[in-house]
């Protein structure tokens, strides 16, 4: 057992970093026992983490215990990561393992339409009609999204969350051949479209 | 060409995932309270019923909840008193562990099980909670299982 040690580090090894990289040099000072580097991770992460649960279809309040089992796990598994740059592929993998095992614990299996939600986004003051369009416009593209198939929803909101720099941490979670996770997000945004023209909409 | 290019349709669709399902505002603090702990090879537990009593909040009646890890059970009631509560538990199997309920702001409480497995303590204050249980094995503390945290 290690113990954590309170950083005193005026200039962390990370700063000036990003991405992949950033998260490397933290999780190696993590298993160094610096609390900051674990919170970086944490504050950079978590809406990774958190639409990768959601995207499974877990509940907002089961999902926020989703995401913190998956951060618990992690600090026992901080040595064994053989490679840093591989954690966000991890992350991916655990919450999907964490919230394929909730869902099916669960007695209702689907969530109910988060358009609801955004029927109660209030509308901001200023332009009250482009507001209004702009809702609409969100609406439908909303709409449009939940009636893609679940794995075309699925890639798509990683690829939104978790940035070009990650699109291999994606498809390596995913499953997915490298190199084959552009050529399909690209058939789903397709679909998306052609979803959204079959509204009527605008594109 | 399409009308809309792949770069616009993404950041359109990031931004209605902002607005339809964004991060719970103090989900970040949950977890960072939840993982500061003093060491790093812990078992998580789960909760057995999800969706009874899943993300416990202040508003919620105060009930129990059951979480497991592999080999074992842990219960936990809780019960409002004036200034905080009550919280009375079950380790199954039983055995003299020590529970450590940790509140955010408050540091922790300890106590041990008895050898029925059953443990209290009696004035625990609000806040966010988290439930260690140091199991023990001949006399010395062998492993550690963690809860997410609960919001009491």
Known sequence: M???????????????????????????????????????LVDELTPLVWHVVRGQGVERPAAEDVVQTVWLALLRNLDRLDQPRALAAWLITTARREAVRVRSAERSPTSPLP???????????????????????????????????????????LTVVAGRARYQAVAEALGMPRGSIGPTRGRCLETLRALLGAEGGTR | MNSTSDDELLARLDRVLERVDPVPADLLDRVRFAIDLEYLDVEVARWERHSELAGVRSSAEPGSVTFTVDDLTVMVSFLRTPRGYRIDGWLAPPGPHAVEVRIDGHGSNTTTADSNGRFA???VPRGVTQILVHLAENGRSARTVVTPTLVL
């Open chain 1, 115 to 157: 358009t609801e939600v955004l029927d109660q986004v209030p509308t901001t003051d200023g332009q009250p009609e482009a507001e209004a369009l702009r809702g609409d416009r969100d609406r439908r593209l909303w709409s449009a999204f939940r009636r893609l198939p679940p794995r075309c929803q699925e890639l798509l909101r």
């Open chain 1, 2 to 40: 290690r113990e954590m040690s309170l950083s005193t580090t005026d200039d962390p090894p990370w700063e000036g970093l990003d991405g992949p990289a950033r998260h490397a040099v933290c999780l190696d000072a993590a298993r160094n026992g610096n609390r900051d580097a674990l919170h970086v």
């Open chain 2, 121 to 123: 303590l009696p004035e």
